[in-house]
């Protein structure tokens, strides 16, 4: 009698062969190092990529904010971890298992990302033909690949209420953690630049150790803190929350010093206001004072520079105007591609009027934008702008009339960025963030919202409110 040959089936084919793998491999990392920490890490590898794979938007969300908070910098001591390295190989790597693989993100596309794949595209073509081209595609290749994918991640990825009420409450939380270590900074005296503007990981050269960029990160969740606080029906955590945040990042801010970081919480403040005080006289009236207020609360008179001590048209306000002078010269030699990404202060020699000895930054989204991408390149950026403020303000127009179909969570996201983006644009003109991540955020958040309207709330668009 002849036996049947028996054959493994397919069904335990696959966990055969996976535990042989991992055996093998396991082995081999062993007589490389022998250490339990190697047989632990494989072993939580399958739970953390299911763990990533089920919440994508979440780890997304990190690196977003690992990237822009500085986080691991805020926090030396988690430095050598390599978070946001991890967060990016686990974000890039559910990303695209979701978008191509298992198809449960939906790609689409929206006038905006047209805008702003126009606008990639031109920054592309100048990094090829920027004056110098290694800090081009240095700068690139470091961090603006990422914000190109994360801008296309997070739009297509906030998908439902509980992804746009997690982005206001974390980007909360992480802004308030950034302003309470600043505040200890101030008072412990350290890191601080021309003795009373305070800075975060400067010894160590962090990018917060610029007070203006600190200004502009603790200026960013100003928005969203602001949102929780005035949107009804978010819970007393996210209250508790909001009120602690705002209070943390108004007092940072003013240490800072900064009077684009000033400009754009006080534009902020602003929006909140118009939408909430009926009689506009009321409104303007503590607008202009709230503005001397904090002009005078913030100290910026006893600036070592622009301050009150310096007759006529201050050394940093002067310093600006002669950076925009060069910055418009780049563009009006390199009038379709400017002298390229992160070119303008290798740059600052060869068009500035003014040499004392030292390049300088260009301190202006505008001009930095013209400077390095040329006048193409600000007309596109300025359209996209302008296309985001009208998604933003449509968004937020449907909401408010359809607010019985909506959960607070979308509410309070809405008006979050739709604060945060006139914020942003007019700490524009003082601090230079074309090519850095808060104005891609909140674009792809602006989009993301503008969506989940056009699939959730009817077509029909009322007309503006007297009240709003």
Request: charged share 10%; net charge positive.
């Amino acid at each position: 009698m002849i036996e049947r040959q028996v054959h493994p089936t397919p069904s335990l084919l696959f966990p055969v062969l996976s535990c042989a793998v991992v055996c093998i491999v396991i082995s081999a990392l062993w007589s490389i190092l022998p250490h339990p920490v190697i047989v632990m890490t494989i072993c939580l590898l399958p739970i953390a990529i299911l763990v990533v794979l089920r919440f994508p938007f979440l780890f997304i969300l990190l690196f977003i904010i690992f990237s822009f908070f500085r986080i691991h910098e805020v926090f030396p001591l988690i430095y050598n971890f390599k978070i946001p390295l991890l967060l990016s190989l686990a974000s890039l790597g559910a990303l695209f298992w979701h978008t191509l693989i298992s198809r449960q993100v939906q790609v689409y596309w929206r006038p905006e990302l047209s805008m702003l794949s126009a606008f990639f595209v031109l920054v592309f073509v100048g990094v090829l033909l920027a004056s110098n081209r290694p800090v081009a595609i240095e700068y690139f290749k470091i961090i603006y690949w990422k914000i190109i994918i994360m801008t296309y991640a997070v739009a297509w990825l906030s998908r439902c209420e509980k992804d746009f009420a997690l982005a206001c409450r974390l980007i909360t939380l992480f802004g308030m953690l950034v302003g309470l270590v600043a505040l200890s900074n101030q008072m412990n005296a350290i890191g601080l630049v021309e003795g009373t503007r305070v800075t975060i990981g400067r010894e160590f050269g962090s990018v917060l150790g610029d007070p203006n960029d600190l200004a502009l990160v603790l200026m960013f969740p100003v928005a969203f803190a602001c949102s929780l606080l005035f949107t009804k029906n978010v819970g007393w955590f996210n209250k508790v929350l909001a009120v602690s945040s705002v209070v943390v990042l108004f007092l940072a801010i003013i240490a800072t010093q900064s009077r684009g970081g000033l400009l754009g919480m006080l534009s902020i403040f602003a929006v909140f206001g118009y939408r909430k005080i009926h009689s506009k006289t009321l409104f303007f009236t503590l607008i202009v004072f709230a503005a001397i207020i904090l002009f005078v609360f913030a100290g910026i008179s006893e600036r070592a520079s622009g301050g009150a001590t310096e007759a006529g048209i201050d050394a940093s306000a002067m310093g600006r105007l002669y950076a925009w002078e060069a910055a418009f010269g780049m563009a009006l030699h390199n009038p379709f591609s400017g002298v390229g990404l992160n070119n303008f202060y290798a740059n600052y020699y060869y068009y500035s009027s003014h040499w004392d000895g030292l390049n300088h930054a260009v301190h202006s989204t505008w001009f930095g934008v013209l400077a390095e991408t040329g006048f193409l390149g600000l007309s596109i950026f300025v359209a996209c702008i302008v296309l985001l403020i009208k998604s933003a303000i449509t968004s937020l127009r449907r909401i408010e009339a359809h607010l019985s179909m909506v959960t607070p969570a979308v509410y309070g996201a809405a008006q979050a960025v739709f604060a945060g983006l006139i914020g942003t644009i007019v700490s524009a003109t003082f601090l230079t963030q074309g090519f850095t991540w808060p104005l891609y955020i909140l674009a792809a958040l602006v989009i993301a919202i503008a969506q989940w309207c056009t699939t959730h709330l009817p077509k029909e668009i009322p007309p503006p409110s007297k009240k709003h």
